[in-house]
């Protein structure tokens, strides 16, 4: 290992930026039309490491540093695809510049880069959240680079990747298997048929996955039909809202839960001299991109100076919640995050139909590019590399990437006509525009927000059991087997070490193979 060499070299830049403009204008398409996005982490792994493993001089830091670089896009894209697309399915005939999207999606990208950076050491040094891709990540590296580990990780990997194939390429497994119907009081039960999802719920361990799942029993099998059964619920169309309402004021509940502990976290720690804090010089800078943010956006979309200012409250506090959510279960429901925001500027104010997709918009890159930032920060710690040049990595891509996702947006809503058709349905988008006019049940969302405050200050994760209350049962389900089959394969093991090095391995093989193949199927469709 070279310490007097830079990991962020010249070649590896160049290599980042090449890959990044490939994936980002991917992303956008698979994200608008299929609805979902790849974690293109372990993907981008694989690729840099392929170019530069045999280099003169590469290290495993340099690698590093231009994977990190490489996938900065993606989220952002998947940010915009999430979030703009409602206005124009809201109204066909609405305008916004494109100076205007692309001020959305640079400034999202500079305040998820710059947040991330306050919530780093918390997240990764001091609780040492898993972070599912960025581990996969990490052992791809390892097995890649010193063999250690290769055939267990690359056989895993590649099960994971034929499958993937054979399901979504061809067609020939299904997405989703039911497991109960439903009836008139119970909501169906499924099962996503995802090794990804198998290995995501391996890598965060039973106690994560089953507070996961029991949020999914909560919401779907405890309320729903207990509330019709009492006729508290007219229909299971408004047993849903509740219980999807129920789910994000648990997510929002614990972000309120965040700034509680942290408002009396400080005051300790300066009661008794302990404070730690940011050095001034780098907080002064971050304080004054907040201020330029705010400029740029009212220069530059119709956003106001006022609204500016609460949207980087809600960034910030979003981030956060991102940061967490994707540190305990790989999951980052980016446009949930977006819809929170927009509805509390909007209680206070009243932004125009421009303005609330356009804070939709910040909000929703910002969030997708922290989760990307930290996966690739969890993988940076493991290997040694200094957080700095990731840092550093990751702003180049995450403008470099904005730029790119707006014209790329720009672009399919030319080529292929309007939002919301067969050709780009922009799912996550309709959700946000059906939710822009306010919360379909405000009586779930301030129960919710205030359990959630609750059981977070008292220690309980309920991001995470708000996740499970909103998201689908396939979701949930499938997160769960995954924890449980690992957690009894290492407890029948005797070596208790090669049982944890295994499962590592195999879980990081089972997303690894999924995200490849999900990735180069969006790059393939896109053209």
């Not at 495993?60 to 490489?70: D, F, R």
């Not at 804070?359 to 989760?371: K, R």
């Not at 994760?461 to 979701?475: F, H, R």
Request: charged share 10%; hydrophobic share 55%.
């Amino acid at each position: 290992m070279n310490e007097r060499k830079s990991p962020l070299t010249a070649r590896g830049i160049a290599i980042g930026i090449i890959g990044l403009i490939i994936i980002t204008a991917s992303s956008m398409y698979v994200a608008l039309r299929m609805g979902a996005l790849p974690w293109p982490t372990v993907f981008v792994t694989v690729l840099s490491m392929a170019v530069l493993g045999k280099a003169k001089g590469s290290t495993l830091e340099e690698i590093n540093c231009t994977h990190t670089l490489m996938s900065a896009g993606a989220m952002v894209a998947g940010g915009l695809a999430f979030t703009l697309p409602g206005l124009w399915m809201t109204d066909p005939s609405a305008s916004m510049p494109a100076i205007s999207i692309i001020a959305i999606s640079v400034t999202g990208a500079v305040l998820g880069t710059l947040f991330t950076i306050i919530f780093r050491r918390t997240f990764i040094e001091k609780e040492k959240l898993p972070y599912p891709m960025g581990e996969a990540a990490y052992n791809t590296l390892i097995a890649g680079k010193e063999g250690k580990g290769a055939p267990v990780l690359f056989t895993s990997l590649g099960a994971s990747a034929l499958f993937t194939f054979i399901r979504d390429g061809l067609g020939k497994i299904p997405s989703v298997l039911s497991i109960f119907g439903g009836s008139s009081l119970f909501p169906a039960l499924s099962l996503w048929v995802s090794p990804m999802a198998l290995g995501i719920g391996a890598i965060i361990g039973p106690v994560l996955a089953l507070m996961w799942l029991g949020g999914a029993v909560l919401g779907y099998f405890i309320i729903t039909p207990a509330g019709l059964a009492a006729g508290l619920f007219s229909s299971m169309a408004d047993a849903d809202a509740f219980r999807s309402n129920l789910g994000i004021g648990l997510m929002i509940g614990t972000g309120m839960g965040v700034a509680v502990k942290a408002i009396i976290s400080l005051f300790r720690r300066r009661k008794d001299g302990s404070s730690q804090r940011l050095p001034g010089n780098l907080m002064i800078s971050i304080a004054a991109l907040c201020v330029i943010a705010v400029a740029v956006l009212a220069a530059t979309t119709e956003i106001t100076i006022l609204e500016g200012v609460l949207l980087i409250v809600g960034v910030y506090l979003t981030t956060y919640l991102s940061g967490m959510l994707t540190g305990q279960t790989g999951i980052n429901p980016m446009e949930i995050f977006a819809i929170l925001v927009l509805l509390g500027i909007s209680a206070v104010m009243s932004p125009t139909l421009t303005a609330a997709f356009s804070i939709a918009g910040v909000v929703a890159v910002a969030c997708g590019l922290t989760g990307d930032v930290m996966n690739d920060l969890k993988s940076g710690s493991l290997v040694g590399t200094k957080p700095r040049y990731q840092i550093i990595a990751e702003g180049i891509g995450g403008i470099i990437g904005a730029v790119v996702a707006a014209f790329a947006l720009i672009v399919l809503r030319s080529s292929l006509g309007g939002f919301g058709s067969a050709e780009l349905p922009a799912p996550q988008a309709a959700a946000v525009a059906a939710m822009a006019g306010g919360l379909t049940d405000p009586l779930a969302f301030f129960i919710g927000a205030a359990a959630g405050l609750l059981l977070y200050v008292i220690g309980v994760p309920s991001a995470t059991l708000g996740l499970g209350v909103y998201l689908p049962t396939y979701i949930s389900s499938a997160m769960a087997l995954g924890a449980v089959i690992m957690a009894a394969v290492k407890n029948a093991m005797k070596n208790k070490a090669k049982a944890d090095e295994g499962a590592a391995l195999i879980s990081s093989g089972l997303l690894g193979g999924e995200g490849i193949t999900g990735v180069i199927i969006a790059i393939v469709s896109m053209f």
